[in-house]
């Protein structure tokens, strides 16, 4: 999968953007719209990662495991994609939080039950009521590649993409970059695409190469 160049995050733009993130992640953390989201278990803003290069992450919805662990993508399917990043061996860019913004579709754990530690699919409601906030975070980060997982992830950034063309203003610049849900369950489909799960981590590990090989070549004319 090839990447064509365009523009990251610029540095004098970057602490303007900060302060407005900032704002944006509290109001993530204050937001109640979902009723079905009982109890709320949401993230603290230093389990997004990084801001700096420009590249955001998009899920479908936190995982019991993330939330507890108070680090996004920690579950299994989280792990493949870690190990997808470690396995490019660079010495800055170690692990997702190095690379990668990252957030969901859905900001809050959806919950089986009250008491639940196990995860359900987002309902549609749930996410209406909450590509907003994506499609703000896209906003605000101006982000020059989106790499999304899973149908749901590449249909929100799909539909936040297309809603924003008709503001000349903030038409989209970045390249989307879309991969099956890497957790187990979804083999089936992953192997539609993919000769083995190994193959699809080894696709994984490419594209992460090579948003690397951007990052240094950006150092190195900086
Ligand atoms: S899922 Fe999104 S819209 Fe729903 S309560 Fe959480 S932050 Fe608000």
Redesign the pocket.
Known sequence: MEIEPSRGIGVNSHSRRAFSLGRLQSE?AA????SS?NP?R?FESDAYGTRCTGYLLVGEAPGYKSWEQRRRFTGPAGMLIRRALFQVAHPHYRDLEDLFYMTDV???HPASGNQSISNRS?RRC?VQ??VG?LSQEIHVLRPSVIVTFGKTAAAAVGRVSLSSKDRVAHRPSYNVLSFPHPSPRNQLTIRKHYASMKAFEAALSKTFCQLIARLDARATHA
Do not use: G, S
């Open positions: 993530i937001c109640r719209l979902c989201m709320w949401q859905v900001k809050c987002p749930e009521a909450c906030y």
